[in-house]
């Protein structure tokens, strides 16, 4: 477990956890820490047990997680990133999971499916935050082809 201060929406410092496999732990320390220089805000950082183990009450908390033993979405029996531990998603409702046919998980980040806005907190290709993940080996969601899952960064890519 990382426990890790943090630039709220708010502009003042606060105090997050994140878990990810320990072969990991630096790796995300040190991306992390980057952000905090850059005072990237993050809406909130907790468990997703906070959440009772439930992905979707997480995304539409806008939390910032990494660990929580699922299943890939809409793909029964294949395990997620975030069940090993090898996956982080920011700030969900700024950088939402956009479908093909357009769909956007939350649904409360359907304004931000357009990445030709700027707001707090959004994750924008080559900025700060994806080259600080990029300096670890962690690929972005928002670079796939097909859905973009601009709130997701993972050791592996997938």
């Known amino acids: 477990q990382l426990d890790l201060p943090h630039w709220g929406f708010d502009r003042e410092v606060h105090r997050g956890k994140l878990i990810v ?27 997703v047990d906070a959440y009772g183990g439930n ?29 090993y531990g090898r996956a982080i998603d920011i700030n969900p409702v700024e950088n939402p999971y956009v479908s093909p046919g357009g769909s956007v998980s939350p649904r409360k980040g359907t304004r931000f499916a357009d990445r030709s806005r700027r707001a707090r907190g959004m994750i924008r290709g080559g900025d700060s ?28 890519g997938r």
Request: glycine content about 8%; charged content about 30%; some cysteine.
């Open 21 to 47: 496999h320990r072969r990991h732990a630096n790796d995300v320390l040190r991306a992390m820490k980057a952000l905090y220089r850059e005072r990237f805000p993050i809406r909130r950082m907790r468990r």
């Open 55 to 83: 992905d979707r009450r997480s995304m539409r908390a806008d939390n910032t997680s990494a660990f929580n033993c699922r299943e890939v979405a809409g793909r029964p029996g294949v395990w997620s990133q975030h069940a």
């Open 129 to 156: 935050t994806v080259r600080a993940f990029r300096r670890q080996g962690w690929e972005w969601g928002g670079k796939w082809s097909g859905a973009k899952d601009y709130q997701h960064f993972s050791s592996n």
